[in-house]
């Protein structure tokens, strides 16, 4: 780091060179950030602006058209659509978009303006509220930019989701985990369902209307757990909310010997940096012990991580100890991540953070 470069302002657009002068591409710099430099073109001397984004927008909505019947997508998943820093989730015509770093922000009105070009929103709700903004050294904002209201009905999988765009976690909506929801419905019928770290419901409300007898949703926030009320109303299905943390829930459950028949446990990343790696491993292996423990003889169980930072096959060798350290055998019948709208780029493994293993326990 030179000091040309220190001078650059966060956020500056720059063209990436070898000491050869050999040219990497157009990127942004940020001299506060860990990841100095975020690529955007192959190319140097790219021109980021209205035109650019549009390009890049253009080519994410034909993917998602091609995919999806009704608008209700990730349209933006960062560097897996080729513009790190930026997530968008569309709600119809309602979008939330989710800027991370000092180089989008920068770009901002380039990004809105592709936006309204190609998509004519009615709503737009600015999610600048990610703890991972101060690393960029950004402050933290939620902002309608356009149109007005933030709770919508998701559609997914056949049923209607209420979501709060601008109070709810994240975008609002988690739509990662839409086909591991569907997988998980097709074994609902008739059975009893533990949706442990439910938020508002994704997975329990599409089993309860696949015709789940009794399903439990149980998560530590009461607006997402009001939320998944409304939703089960919403779709004319019962399931029982559950406030509590999810391993005193579990624990409790045991000494009184009660069991589901499909479990499903989807909690907040534990490894949350390369540190934590040791101890969240030990969580992930603890709450697959737990989780297997609720589970009935011949039931469901699906362990999912959204920790980037743990690789999958380490996710999968603490879950598998976790099954063993329960005494419960079992046949992994899934390995899946999120959703194709939600694209991985070949070359950063972290971009499939999603984990999600479903086995069938003797
Ligand atoms: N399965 C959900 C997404 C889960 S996100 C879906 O399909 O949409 C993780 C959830 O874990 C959040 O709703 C958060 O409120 C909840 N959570 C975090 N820590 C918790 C804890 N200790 N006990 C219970 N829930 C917790």
Redesign the pocket.
């Known amino acids: 780091m030179d000091a040309a470069a220190k001078a650059l302002a966060p956020g500056a657009v720059v063209n990436v060179r070898g000491e050869d002068g050999r040219g990497f591409g157009t990127g942004y710099f940020n001299p506060k950030s860990l990841i100095a430099v975020r690529l955007l073109a192959e190319d140097c001397d790219t021109v980021i602006d209205q035109s650019f984004f549009a390009e890049r927008l253009a080519r994410a909505l034909k993917l998602r058209d091609g995919l999806y019947v009704k608008p209700f997508y990730r349209l933006i998943h960062a560097e897996g659509d080729h513009l790190p820093g930026l997530v968008i989730d569309r709600f119809g015509d309602t979008l939330t978009v989710q800027i991370g770093t000092a180089g989008m922000e920068k770009q901002r009105g380039p990004i809105l303006a592709a936006l309204d070009q190609l998509l004519f929103p009615a709503t737009v709700i600015l999610r600048g509220d990610a703890p991972s903004r101060m690393l960029e050294g950004l402050d933290s904002y939620v902002e309608t930019v356009k149109g007005k209201g933030h709770r919508i009905a998701v559609e997914e999988n056949g049923a209607r989701y209420i979501a709060d765009l601008t109070e709810g ?1 994240k975008t609002g ?2 739509y990662d ?1 839409r086909d591991n ?1 569907a997988f998980i419905a097709q074994f609902a019928k008739g059975k009893s369902v533990l ?9 329990g409300i599409l089993a309860a209307a696949a015709g789940a007898r009794e399903t439990v949703c ?4 009461a607006p ?1 757990l009001a939320l998944a009320e409304e939703s089960a109303r919403a779709n004319n299905v019962k399931i029982k909310a559950v406030k ?4 005193e ?1 579990l624990e409790r459950l045991i000494g009184l010997n009660e069991k589901f028949d499909i479990v ?1 446990a ?3 990343p534990f490894v949350k940096s390369k540190r934590d790696l040791e101890p969240g491993a030990k969580a992930y292996r603890k709450l697959a012990r737990l989780a297997a423990q609720v589970t009935a003889p011949d039931g469901i169980l699906m362990l ?1 991580s ?1 920790s980037h930072n743990i690789p999958s096959d380490r996710f999968a060798a603490e879950c598998a100890q976790g099954l063993l350290r329960a005494g419960r055998r079992g046949r992994l019948i899934r390995q899946a991540g999120a959703g194709p709208d939600h694209p991985v780029h070949p070359l950063l493994p972290e971009s499939a953070y999603l984990k999600a293993l479903v086995y069938a326990l003797d």
Do not use: H, K, M
Request: glycine share 6%; proline share 7%; net charge negative.
């Open positions: 976690q909506w988690y985990q929801r949706d442990a770290y439910s938020y508002t419901g994704g997975f149980l998560d530590s926030s997402a509590a943390d999810v391993f829930e499903l989807d909690p907040p999912a959204c």
